[in-house]
């Protein structure tokens, strides 16, 4: 590219930079009019001979005066130049220039990033991201899916839901969405290997930034937003928190990003929020596990960028922003920090997790030392170092080393604590520590038993177990056995299996979980017409199967109409993994106490593999794949026969490899892997025995079948006439 050419230096001759202070000139005249313009007159510019020295590029050093003067003589202008102010101003300008226009270079690097829809391998991908880091990006997609999506946005997907003008409603608004974002966390197997209390802090520690970089992410309504936070926070904080939610604008399209930030920072081991408090509980127990479990996600933060932008260079610069745009919510929550600790009022009325997080209780000063208290220890609010020195004393007071060797009234502080003990013991008692709180051996033993016993009852409640043989269910963990077992192809259809689940039946599951049904139902056509819209969503995940687009449109409806009790049956505990109260009085009402036992069994049954992020969806689609006719045992028309079985078969026949080679790698061994097959398969044969004496039951109830939505009674065969009918509706809704 050709430089612009401004000509020679009206001062010097040599060649002119730009235009400086009106004029032409090189850089080193700009420089010198600039310094030197008020030194005009001074002994130091006064010329030694007649003032008409000559001003050349050679010779401009020789006379400072008759080069100044020229400076004016060809016209350049002291006023141009900027004070100091003015200079500043203009820096802070270019700043943010600078800055507005890196935001928009990484804006537009964030756009090339390729749809969130499906994690597919490609190129890149394969460049950087190992099989095992694809599988824990699926994890974590999948954690926060069934654990945050699945549990704060159904009820209010926007935060917050109306306005607050008071920060204990607006907390108290927030406590759910948070519980689940600690469901989330929990689901992340590294952090898992943290002791329990390293996580309270964590938790506690990054509530703040959590938070914001969490909202900034699901769906804000910005209008509620920012006068809410005018409201509670004022102007201030309001804009610097609705800057921090503009973030979304960036990140939010990305289906990884912001969710493996929120692991990241999580993790950090600094206690910037409590920097100024000296309680040693404040301090990380293992310091060292805590940041190689970060370090594990930084790697893997870093790898995602790479695989997702076209060069490194541009990964470093939205590396770069990432980093700068957290460490500007960093301030800004150590700002509304400070704002809330000074509100203890506000505090008292919000729920318990909410105090937790938003205030560490503050029991004032050790009435002994004067140093920080932890809490009320044997009756008085003490520091930690002297309920210890109590416990450990108590009986002490009067032995040799607790003699003063002063006159008894040592000072007791923070700094002289430790100076006289026996001042210190007799400071402890005179303020009104009890000895008699002290517990003996066989009281703290006691203790120590029941807070173990509470711990475990906590633990024993009803919980979901998984099929023993898995690893931990909640993810997908990738091991060498899965490298050798599951190819790339491979784990990139079980990813697409699991997103086109996500977006179809998972988006029903969230509008029906706690409506299905909406009432209890006394007859069969209620029951099944409320069953439509579950039904529906499975059948746009069917759609999403590549396999089953390419099945002609008359053998799709087949697959359909054949397979549809055991698809319900089947998709039912994902949808809804624990029958509600009504659902089990509508079985009783609707089919009768026995079949309602064996549709609870049924539920039980297909339990374990619900937390599984695969083997039912993959079951789904073999079980909608399967040429069989066991609806129609009995009915002999050639219609219900399908007319390409071959094609079936194949398409069929990839998901039983499939399911095989996932479970081979989700397995200790083969034999593992037979034993759970054969046992998924007893599971699956009597559900299938199960929906065909259901079907017998309804087919005769036909009065209740002709009151149900038409999608659903086309389920069940009718005359021809009305069956082609129902057949053209149903043939709509399947045709992709």
């Given at each position: 590219?050709?430089?612009?050419?401004?000509?020679?230096?009206?001062?010097?001759?040599?060649?002119a930079?730009?235009?400086?202070?009106?004029?032409?000139?090189?850089?080193?005249?700009?420089?010198?009019?600039?310094?030197?313009?008020?030194?005009?007159?001074?002994?130091?510019?006064?010329?030694?001979?007649?003032?008409?020295?000559?001003?050349?590029?050679?010779?401009?050093?020789?006379?400072?005066?008759?080069?100044?003067?020229?400076?004016?003589?060809?016209?350049?202008?002291?006023?141009?130049?900027?004070?100091?102010?003015?200079?500043?101003?203009?820096?802070?300008?270019?700043?943010?220039?600078?800055?507005?226009?890196?935001?928009?270079?990484?804006?537009?690097?964030?756009?090339?990033?390729?749809?969130?829809?499906?994690?597919?391998?490609?190129?890149?991908?394969?460049?950087?991201?190992?099989?095992?880091?694809?599988?824990?990006?699926?994890?974590?997609?999948?954690?926060?899916?069934?654990?945050?999506?699945?549990t704060?946005?159904k009820?209010?997907?926007y935060?917050?839901?109306?306005?607050?003008?008071?920060?204990?409603?607006?907390?108290?608004?927030?406590?759910?969405?948070?519980?689940?974002?600690?469901?989330?966390?929990?689901?992340?197997?590294?952090?898992?290997?943290?002791?329990?209390?390293?996580?309270?802090?964590?938790?506690?520690?990054?509530?703040?930034?959590?938070?914001?970089?969490?909202?900034s992410?699901?769906?804000?309504?910005?209008?509620?937003?920012?006068?809410?936070?005018k409201?509670?926070?004022?102007?201030?904080?309001?804009?610097?928190?609705?800057?921090?939610?503009?973030?979304?604008?960036?990140?939010?399209?990305?289906?990884?990003?912001?969710?493996?930030?929120?692991?990241?920072?999580?993790?950090?081991?600094?206690?910037?929020?409590?920097?100024?408090?000296?309680?040693?509980?404040?301090?990380?127990?293992?310091?060292?596990?805590?940041?190689?479990?970060?370090?594990?996600?930084?790697?893997?933060?870093?790898?995602?960028?790479?695989?997702?932008?076209?060069?490194?260079?541009?990964?470093?610069?939205?590396?770069?922003?990432?980093?700068?745009?957290?460490?500007?919510?960093?301030?800004?929550?150590?700002?509304?920090?400070?704002?809330?600790?000074?509100?203890?009022?506000?505090i008292?009325?919000?729920n318990?997790?909410?105090?937790?997080?938003?205030?560490?209780?503050?029991?004032?000063?050790?009435?002994?030392?004067?140093?920080?208290?932890?809490?009320?220890?044997?009756?008085?609010?003490?520091?930690?170092?002297?309920?210890?020195?109590?416990?450990?004393?108590?009986?002490?007071?009067?032995?040799?080393?607790?003699?003063?060797?002063?006159?008894?009234?040592?000072?007791?502080?923070?700094?002289?604590?430790?100076s006289?003990?026996?001042?210190?013991?007799?400071?402890?008692?005179?303020?009104?520590m009890?000895?008699?709180?002290?517990?003996?051996?066989?009281?703290?033993?006691?203790?120590?038993?029941?807070?173990?016993?509470?711990?475990l009852?906590?633990?024993?409640?009803?919980?979901?177990?998984?099929?023993?043989?898995?690893?931990?269910p909640?993810?997908?963990?990738?091991?060498?056995?899965?490298?050798?077992?599951?190819?790339?192809?491979?784990?990139?259809?079980?990813?697409?299996?699991?997103?086109?689940?996500?977006?179809?039946?998972?988006?029903?599951?969230?509008?029906?979980?706690?409506?299905?049904?909406?009432?209890q139902?006394?007859?069969?056509?209620?029951?099944?017409?409320?069953?439509?819209?579950?039904?529906?969503?499975?059948?746009?995940?069917?759609k999403?199967?590549?396999?089953?687009?390419?099945?002609?449109?008359?053998?799709?409806?087949?697959?359909?109409?054949?397979?549809?009790?055991?698809?319900?049956?089947?998709?039912?505990?994902?949808?809804?993994?624990?029958?509600?109260n009504?659902?089990?009085?509508?079985?009783?009402?609707?089919?009768?106490?026995?079949?309602?036992?064996?549709?609870?069994?049924?539920?039980?049954?297909?339990?374990?593999?619900?937390?599984?992020?695969f083997v039912?969806?993959?079951?789904?689609?073999?079980?909608?794949?399967?040429?069989?006719?066991?609806?129609?045992?009995?009915n002999?028309d050639?219609?219900?026969?399908?007319?390409?079985?071959?094609?079936?078969?194949?398409?069929?026949?990839?998901?039983?490899?499939?399911?095989?080679?996932?479970?081979?790698?989700?397995?200790?061994?083969?034999q593992?892997?037979?034993?759970?097959?054969?046992?998924?398969?007893?599971?699956?044969?009597?559900?299938?025995?199960?929906?065909?004496?259901?079907?017998?039951?309804?087919r005769?109830?036909?009065?209740?079948?002709?009151?149900?939505?038409?999608?659903?009674?086309?389920?069940w065969?009718?005359?021809?006439?009305?069956?082609?009918?129902?057949?053209?509706?149903?043939?709509?809704?399947?045709?992709i």
């Amino acid at each position: 590219m050709s430089q612009r050419i401004h000509g020679p230096c009206l001062v010097c001759g040599s060649p002119a930079v730009g235009i400086n202070f009106t004029v032409p000139t090189c850089a080193p005249c700009k420089a010198f009019f600039r310094r030197n313009a008020v030194k005009l007159g001074r002994i130091d510019f006064v010329c030694q001979k007649d003032g008409d020295c000559p001003v050349t590029e050679s010779y401009r050093r020789i006379c400072n005066c008759c080069r100044l003067a020229k400076c004016f003589r060809v016209g350049m202008k002291k006023s141009l130049i900027r004070s100091d102010a003015e200079k500043e101003a203009r820096r802070q300008l270019v700043l943010q220039n600078r800055q507005k226009r890196t935001e928009l270079e990484s804006h537009k690097q964030l756009e090339v990033i390729r749809p969130p829809n499906l994690l597919v391998s490609t190129y890149s991908h394969s460049n950087y991201l190992s099989s095992s880091d694809q599988a824990l990006l699926t994890n974590i997609y999948s954690a926060y899916e069934r654990t945050y999506l699945a549990t704060s946005s159904k009820e209010h997907p926007y935060f917050p839901s109306k306005l607050h003008s008071s920060v204990h409603a607006l907390f108290n608004e927030y406590s759910k969405r948070h519980m689940s974002l600690i469901e989330f966390f929990k689901l992340i197997p590294e952090i898992n290997r943290i002791s329990l209390n390293d996580r309270i802090r964590l938790i506690k520690n990054h509530f703040g930034t959590m938070f914001t970089i969490n909202e900034s992410i699901s769906k804000v309504n910005e209008y509620s937003t920012l006068l809410t936070f005018k409201n509670v926070f004022g102007t201030d904080i309001a804009m610097d928190l609705y800057r921090c939610f503009g973030l979304k604008q960036a990140y939010s399209h990305d289906p990884l990003l912001t969710k493996l930030l929120l692991i990241v920072r999580s993790l950090s081991c600094s206690i910037s929020r409590n920097r100024y408090d000296r309680d040693m509980n404040r301090v990380y127990d293992d310091t060292r596990t805590i940041f190689s479990v970060q370090n594990v996600y930084v790697e893997l933060l870093w790898k995602y960028i790479l695989s997702r932008l076209p060069s490194e260079r541009d990964a470093v610069k939205l590396f770069n922003k990432i980093v700068m745009d957290l460490i500007f919510i960093v301030r800004v929550c150590f700002i509304v920090d400070s704002f809330v600790y000074n509100m203890p009022d506000e505090i008292e009325q919000m729920n318990s997790l909410m105090q937790k997080m938003a205030h560490n209780k503050s029991h004032g000063q050790c009435l002994v030392c004067d140093d920080v208290a932890i809490g009320i220890n044997f009756g008085v609010p003490t520091c930690m170092p002297c309920k210890a020195f109590f416990r450990r004393n108590a009986l002490r007071l009067g032995i040799q080393q607790f003699v003063c060797m002063n006159d008894g009234d040592c000072l007791i502080s923070y700094k002289y604590r430790r100076s006289c003990n026996c001042c210190r013991l007799a400071k402890c008692f005179r303020v009104g520590m009890k000895k008699s709180l002290i517990l003996s051996d066989e009281e703290r033993e006691a203790r120590n038993k029941l807070v173990e016993f509470n711990r475990l009852k906590r633990g024993k409640l009803p919980k979901r177990e998984c099929a023993k043989w898995m690893l931990p269910p909640t993810l997908h963990m990738i091991t060498n056995t899965s490298i050798r077992y599951l190819s790339a192809y491979d784990e990139a259809t079980l990813s697409n299996i699991y997103n086109a689940y996500a977006n179809t039946c998972t988006v029903a599951k969230n509008a029906l979980s706690k409506t299905l049904p909406a009432a209890q139902c006394t007859s069969l056509h209620e029951y099944i017409n409320e069953l439509s819209i579950e039904f529906q969503s499975c059948i746009e995940f069917l759609k999403c199967i590549p396999e089953f687009s390419r099945i002609t449109t008359d053998d799709k409806l087949r697959l359909i109409k054949n397979h549809f009790s055991i698809l319900v049956n089947v998709n039912g505990p994902m949808i809804q993994p624990v029958p509600l109260n009504r659902l089990v009085i509508t079985w009783t009402n609707v089919f009768g106490i026995d079949i309602t036992q064996r549709l609870l069994k049924s539920n039980q049954l297909l339990e374990p593999y619900i937390y599984d992020p695969f083997v039912l969806k993959i079951l789904l689609i073999i079980l909608a794949l399967s040429s069989s006719n066991g609806r129609n045992l009995d009915n002999v028309d050639i219609d219900q026969i399908c007319d390409d079985s071959l094609t079936i078969f194949a398409a069929q026949n990839i998901y039983v490899e499939l399911l095989w080679k996932y479970l081979l790698s989700r397995s200790a061994s083969e034999q593992n892997a037979v034993r759970f097959f054969n046992k998924l398969m007893m599971c699956i044969l009597y559900v299938k025995n199960l929906d065909m004496d259901i079907d017998v039951y309804v087919r005769s109830l036909a009065h209740e079948i002709q009151q149900a939505d038409p999608i659903m009674q086309s389920m069940w065969s009718r005359t021809a006439e009305v069956e082609e009918i129902t057949d053209m509706n149903v043939a709509e809704n399947i045709t992709i």
